[in-house]
């Protein structure tokens, strides 16, 4: 994990940046493993993972 925070930071990220990448990895797990292959596909199923299905919630609403 530090490899990857110190290889984040040489490319010009910050920690909080960086943290906000492994959400995002940890979200994307989520979704295979809800059987999700495709993310705007998945966004309209109710198995999804929530931060997906908000996140395609706003941008249909706009």
Do not use: H, N, Y
């Amino acid at each position: 994990m530090l490899r990857v925070v110190k290889a984040a930071q040489r490319l010009g990220f910050t920690l909080a940046e960086v943290a906000d990448l492994t959400a995002v990895r940890d979200t994307l797990r989520e979704a295979i493993s809800a059987g999700c292959d495709d993310l705007i596909t998945c966004a309209g199923s109710s198995r999804c993972p929530s931060p997906i299905r908000s996140t395609a919630r706003l941008r249909s609403d706009a």
